[in-house]
C-alpha cells in the first residue's frame, strides 16, 4: 500500500517540478487540516483565513463517501495540500487526512493516519486512490501529446 502513496507522491512532484521552488505543506496548515477543519465545520464557522477549499474528486455509494479538495493559500494561488474527507455514512463516522506536499515528516503522519484506517476503510480509500491516480496520469499523459 505504501508504494500506491509513493506513486501519488512521486506524480504531485512531477507537477510541482514545474514551479521554481517547490510548494511545502507546514505543521500549522497539516494541523488545521487534520484537526481544526473538523472543529471549525463543527462550530459553524469559515475555513482558515486566506484559504480555500476546492474538490477536485469525490465518490460514493450508499455506504462511504470519499472527497478530495485542494487547500489554496489564496495571497500566493498555491496549492498547500490535499485534505482527504472519508465518511461512513450509517455510522457517520468522519475522518480527515491531509496529504501534504514536499515535507518528509508531516508524509510520514499521514502515512501513519492512513494505517489506522482499519481494514475496510483503508480498502475503500485504496479504491479511491487508484480511481484518482488513474484520471490524473490520463489527464497529465494525454495533455502532453496535444
Do not use: H
Given at each position: ?30 494541523n ?9 465545520i463543527?462550530?459553524g ?36 495540500a490535499?485534505?482527504i ?24 503522519k ?6 489506522g ?8 480509500f ?9 484520471q ?11
Amino acid at each position: 500500500m505504501k508504494t500506491l502513496f509513493y506513486i501519488l507522491l512521486l506524480c504531485s512532484m512531477t507537477v510541482s517540478a514545474q514551479n521554481l521552488a517547490p510548494i511545502t505543506t507546514t505543521e500549522t496548515e497539516y494541523n488545521y487540516l487534520t484537526n481544526g477543519y473538523e472543529r471549525d465545520i463543527e462550530n459553524g464557522r469559515e475555513i482558515k483565513k486566506g484559504y480555500e477549499l476546492k474538490t477536485i474528486f469525490s465518490r460514493g455509494n450508499n455506504d462511504w463517501k470519499f472527497t478530495y479538495e485542494s487547500f489554496m493559500e489564496i495571497d500566493t494561488d498555491n496549492v498547500k495540500a490535499i485534505l482527504i474527507t472519508i465518511t461512513k455514512l450509517k455510522k457517520d463516522k468522519t475522518k480527515y487526512l491531509c496529504l501534504p506536499f514536499n515535507n518528509q515528516a508531516l508524509f510520514d503522519k499521514f502515512m501513519k493516519d492512513y494505517e489506522g484506517l482499519g481494514v475496510t476503510m483503508g480498502m475503500m480509500f485504496d479504491l479511491t486512490v487508484f480511481e484518482l491516480l488513474q484520471q490524473s496520469l490520463n489527464s497529465n499523459l494525454n495533455l502532453i501529446k496535444q
